[in-house]
């Protein structure tokens, strides 16, 4: 099957638990020499809040996470151009999308704090005013980083600064509003994610909430195919607009963080038999209460487990959106899905437990599109010119029947997670019993066909023994079981980390464009390197073994092997990211290359123009998109 059955892994029907176990025990054994090494971060994180705060003696700042991460800091002296800098290095760490990528602080010791993304490690730059020390103050294994920036005494000692000065959302409720005030000068800007008010003031001001913040979100996106062939849709336009409220309340002196996000989406397409699409959803609702020891959240979220980046087959607890295939971001592609999670923080070991109440499915075309999982087979037969007006009526009649799983007790999903952490490293091992969220092709309704995977194949030398019935596309979703492991670790700048997963089975397509179902194994592993000069380099290896290979499948060998990463390299104070991703499948020679330029000039506002390149043969399964090479531009807004 294409690769959307590969990066979501298709589910599967319960197996014999020996040959189960016996199976586990090769894969693992054969990543077992990882783990005499010391591997970081519990699991992807999310910047949720920064708060700055001046005082006479100091400017604290205050990095608020979901989750306690290993981090590295660095400082950068003064040149002839740049102002000294400090910047830390949060591994497995995202920011939350409503964060702004720079805020101006323009106090006596702070000039900007800015962030940048590479691959999953979160810089955050401080741009210094002058030579400062810069300490951290906080406890590790915290989900909070707590910053001083202060001037050293003549006898080289950082002037120690009052608490409710260094931690401003952790003044306990009985802590005295004056005294806490007299520690305090308020600056005079006031940012909802750049928060620069005492938490108690906060909570006279607004209620029973300690504060509620709005944000929204604008994207637009255009495509342009560079090729462009009758069968294809040329053109492809979406417009995303998200809008949200954040709630954070104090509930037995422990902080409630809730959410509310509602998401406007729209796509078209330039094919005639494609559908345009307009959704109006609830994109996420959910309520987190955080303790020091645990905590719980409750609603429509994103959970991101495994280490690797844009191929992560431990990554299953969300679907995805697989509208544009792999042209946009694992985390762009990624929906929040309804579930109950619960998680309990020990001194070494960890423990994640999470439910879903009933099943959802990934986003995807089956006909009309580039990215369809027919590709662009219905419309090569409608625009054909030598087909009768018979075939080309049965061809744009062509439906699909999918069946899926009702919303009942039996049909629900859970997953565990045991983590445990070493000085330099973190380890986790994880199992989930679901539902595939792609679905599984039980029959097609053209017979007596045989398909070599080739978009380019002529209709004519398809359809020339072919039967046609009256069925529609039979789609089913099935059960999934995946084991895995995953682990993380630095030596000095380079990050080293992966993935191994067992999946019990995985639908492919076939050669008679129904799927197959297949037990398979799959390693990710890499490294990542980031310079004081913000160059960013990222390289990982694939390699995917399907078990009782039939040749009959398309796309994929029995060994599947593929080098992929990214390039990056920020410039002009983080104001511009030159980037290239790329895939390339060593075993047939296929590849995906997307080179881009992202500008971040203008506050709040992200333009990237890029191209997506694929070649190869048509057989293979990058190699299949080779008519879908594009040039398009993208348009991010939050306000």
Same mark, same amino acid.
């Given at each position: 099957?294409?690769?959307?059955?590969?990066?979501?892994?298709?589910?599967?029907?319960?197996?014999?638990?020996?040959?189960?176990?016996?199976?586990?025990?090769?894969?693992?054994?054969?990543?077992?020499?990882?783990?005499?090494?010391?591997?970081?971060?519990?699991?992807?994180?999310?910047?949720?809040?920064?708060?700055?705060?001046?005082?006479?003696?100091?400017?604290?700042?205050?990095?608020?996470?979901?989750?306690?991460?290993?981090?590295?800091?660095?400082?950068?002296?003064?040149?002839?151009?740049?102002?000294?800098?400090?910047?830390?290095?949060?591994?497995?760490?995202?920011?939350?999308?409503?964060?702004?990528?720079?805020?101006?602080?323009?106090?006596?010791?702070?000039?900007?704090?800015?962030?940048?993304?590479?691959?999953?490690?979160?810089?955050?730059?401080?741009?210094?005013?002058?030579?400062?020390?810069?300490?951290?103050?906080?406890?590790p294994n915290s989900p909070m980083i707590v910053l001083q920036f202060s001037h050293q005494s003549s006898d080289g000692l950082v002037p120690e600064v009052p608490d409710a000065s260094v931690v401003l959302d952790a003044l306990p409720a009985s802590t005295d509003k004056e005294s806490a005030a007299s520690v305090v000068q308020q600056p005079s800007v006031s940012d909802p994610f750049f928060s620069v008010e005492p938490i108690e003031d906060v909570a006279a001001s607004q209620g029973?909430?300690?504060?509620?913040?709005?944000?929204?979100?604008?994207?637009?996106?255009?495509?342009?195919?560079?090729?462009?062939?009758?069968?294809?849709?040329?053109?492809?336009?979406?417009?995303?607009?998200?809008?949200?409220?954040?709630?954070?309340?104090?509930?037995?002196?422990?902080?409630?963080?809730?959410?509310?996000?509602?998401?406007?989406?729209?796509?078209?397409?330039?094919?005639?038999?494609?559908?345009?699409?307009?959704?109006?959803?609830?994109?996420?609702?959910?309520?987190?209460?955080?303790?020091?020891?645990?905590?719980?959240?409750?609603?429509?979220?994103?959970?991101?487990?495994?280490?690797?980046?844009?191929?992560?087959?431990?990554?299953?607890?969300?679907?995805?959106?697989?509208?544009?295939?792999?042209?946009?971001?694992?985390?762009?592609?990624?929906?929040?899905?309804?579930?109950?999670?619960?998680?309990?923080?020990?001194?070494?070991?960890?423990?994640?437990?999470?439910?879903?109440?009933?099943?959802?499915?990934? $986003?995807?075309? +089956?006909? =009309?599109?580039?990215?369809? /999982?027919?590709?662009? @087979?219905?419309? #090569?037969?409608?625009?054909?010119?030598?087909?009768?007006?018979?075939?080309?009526?049965?061809?744009?009649?062509?439906?699909?029947?999918?069946?899926?799983?009702?919303?009942?007790?039996?049909?629900?999903?859970?997953?565990?997670?045991?983590?445990?952490?070493?000085d330099q490293a973190d380890y986790a091992l994880s199992y989930r019993y679901g539902w595939e969220t792609l679905p599984t092709i039980v029959s097609f309704p053209v017979k007596n066909i045989r398909y070599d995977g080739d978009p380019e194949t002529d209709p004519i030398t398809l359809l020339g023994s072919a039967v046609l019935t009256d069925e529609a596309v039979e789609a089913r979703f099935r059960r999934q079981k995946v084991v895995g492991a995953e682990w993380e670790t630095t030596?000095?700048?380079?990050?080293?980390?992966? $993935?191994?997963? +067992?999946? =019990?089975?995985?639908?492919? /397509?076939?050669?008679? @464009?129904?799927? #197959?179902?297949?037990?398979?194994?799959?390693?990710?592993?890499?490294?990542?390197?980031?310079?004081?000069?913000?160059?960013?380099?990222?390289?990982?290896?694939?390699?995917?073994?399907?078990?009782?290979?039939?040749?009959?499948?398309?796309?994929?060998?029995?060994?599947?092997?593929?080098?992929?990463?990214?390039?990056?390299?920020?410039?002009?104070?983080?104001?511009?990211?030159?980037?290239?991703?790329?895939?390339?499948?060593?075993?047939?020679?296929?590849?995906?290359?997307?080179?881009?330029?992202?500008?971040?000039?203008?506050?709040?506002?992200?333009?990237?123009?890029?191209?997506?390149?694929?070649?190869?043969?048509?057989?293979?399964?990058?190699?299949?998109?080779?008519?879908?090479?594009?040039?398009?531009?993208?348009?991010?807004?939050?306000?």
């Amino acid at each position: 099957m294409d690769v959307r059955y590969l990066t979501r892994q298709r589910l599967s029907e319960t197996t014999g638990s020996t040959f189960f176990v016996g199976r586990l025990l090769q894969l693992f054994a054969a990543v077992a020499l990882f783990f005499v090494i010391d591997v970081a971060p519990l699991h992807a994180a999310q910047l949720k809040t920064i708060h700055y705060d001046s005082s006479a003696h100091a400017t604290v700042v205050t990095l608020e996470l979901d989750a306690p991460v290993h981090f590295v800091r660095h400082d950068l002296p003064a040149t002839d151009h740049l102002s000294p800098r400090c910047y830390l290095d949060l591994q497995s760490t995202q920011p939350d999308k409503m964060l702004p990528w720079q805020r101006h602080v323009g106090d006596e010791r702070l000039e900007n704090i800015r962030l940048g993304v590479h691959g999953k490690t979160l810089r955050i730059v401080f741009d210094l005013q002058q030579p400062l020390s810069c300490q951290v103050l906080s406890t590790p294994n915290s989900p909070m980083i707590v910053l001083q920036f202060s001037h050293q005494s003549s006898d080289g000692l950082v002037p120690e600064v009052p608490d409710a000065s260094v931690v401003l959302d952790a003044l306990p409720a009985s802590t005295d509003k004056e005294s806490a005030a007299s520690v305090v000068q308020q600056p005079s800007v006031s940012d909802p994610f750049f928060s620069v008010e005492p938490i108690e003031d906060v909570a006279a001001s607004q209620g029973p909430f300690l504060a509620v913040s709005t944000w929204g979100e604008l994207q637009g996106y255009t495509a342009y195919d560079v090729d462009s062939q009758g069968a294809e849709d040329d053109d492809f336009y979406r417009f995303q607009a998200r809008f949200g409220a954040d709630l954070e309340k104090a509930f037995s002196q422990q902080p409630l963080h809730g959410r509310v996000t509602v998401e406007v989406d729209r796509l078209y397409y330039d094919a005639e038999a494609a559908d345009e699409d307009t959704d109006v959803t609830l994109y996420e609702a959910y309520l987190s209460l955080n303790r020091p020891q645990w905590d719980l959240s409750v609603g429509k979220q994103r959970v991101r487990w495994g280490k690797s980046d844009q191929l992560s087959p431990l990554d299953c607890i969300n679907p995805e959106d697989l509208r544009q295939f792999v042209t946009i971001d694992l985390e762009d592609r990624k929906e929040p899905s309804w579930l109950v999670r619960l998680r309990t923080y020990g001194k070494v070991v960890s423990f994640e437990a999470i439910v879903s109440p009933w099943f959802e499915e990934s $986003e995807i075309d +089956y006909f =009309d599109s580039n990215w369809a /999982l027919y590709r662009n @087979l219905r419309q #090569s037969i409608l625009t054909h010119p030598a087909l009768s007006s018979a075939a080309r009526a049965y061809a744009g009649d062509l439906r699909v029947h999918e069946e899926k799983p009702s919303d009942s007790l039996e049909n629900m999903s859970g997953a565990f997670r045991m983590s445990w952490q070493t000085d330099q490293a973190d380890y986790a091992l994880s199992y989930r019993y679901g539902w595939e969220t792609l679905p599984t092709i039980v029959s097609f309704p053209v017979k007596n066909i045989r398909y070599d995977g080739d978009p380019e194949t002529d209709p004519i030398t398809l359809l020339g023994s072919a039967v046609l019935t009256d069925e529609a596309v039979e789609a089913r979703f099935r059960r999934q079981k995946v084991v895995g492991a995953e682990w993380e670790t630095t030596f000095d700048l380079i990050g080293f980390r992966g $993935e191994v997963a +067992y999946i =019990d089975k995985v639908a492919f /397509l076939t050669s008679e @464009l129904i799927s #197959s179902r297949h037990e398979v194994g799959q390693l990710v592993t890499g490294i990542d390197y980031t310079s004081e000069t913000e160059w960013y380099f990222n390289v990982q290896t694939s390699w995917l073994h399907i078990f009782h290979y039939d040749k009959e499948l398309l796309y994929f060998d029995e060994d599947t092997v593929a080098l992929l990463g990214e390039l990056r390299k920020s410039l002009w104070r983080g104001n511009l990211d030159i980037a290239t991703r790329f895939n390339y499948t060593l075993s047939d020679g296929s590849s995906y290359v997307q080179p881009n330029l992202t500008l971040k000039y203008f506050p709040n506002t992200e333009c990237e123009l890029g191209v997506n390149i694929f070649s190869g043969d048509g057989e293979t399964w990058l190699g299949s998109y080779d008519q879908a090479d594009q040039v398009y531009a993208k348009l991010n807004i939050v306000f």
